[in-house]
């Protein structure tokens, strides 16, 4: 049976890979720890909200924060994040098609 629970927790996992600049950030941490200012400068994001989008990534359990003096690194939490973004981008790839011609639920609340 399905516990409702567990999937209310698996669907929050989830959604810390549903936004651009959540996986723009994920994507430069397969090489390896980041700081802040160097993920900012990788993709080209805004300084204001990188930070925000590391705190939802840690609390989903998908990436670690290790301090070094006055700076923080930022990496995947584990080889098994790493399997599943390049998992991410093999399906992708057989479907992207599909998914670029699919504007049914780009504004739809389901």
């Known amino acids: 049976m399905c516990n409702t629970n567990d999937l209310d927790i698996k669907a929050k996992f989830i959604r810390g890979f549903a936004d651009k600049t959540r996986l723009q950030i994920l994507q430069c941490r397969m090489d390896g720890e980041k700081t802040v200012s160097e993920i900012v400068e990788i993709i080209n994001g805004n300084l204001s909200n990188i930070p925000q989008h590391l705190n939802f990534l840690k609390g989903c ?3 670690l924060g290790k301090q070094e003096g006055k700076y ?3 990496s995947l939490r584990n080889t098994q994040i ?5 998992m991410f ?9 599909k998914v670029a011609s699919c504007d049914k639920y ?3 609340n389901l």
């Open 61 to 63: 359990g998908i990436i």
């Open 89 to 97: 981008d093999v399906v992708f790839h057989e479907v992207q098609n």
């Open 82 to 86: 790493e399997q599943l973004l390049k």
């Open 72 to 74: 923080i690194y930022d």
């Open 106 to 108: 780009e504004t739809s």
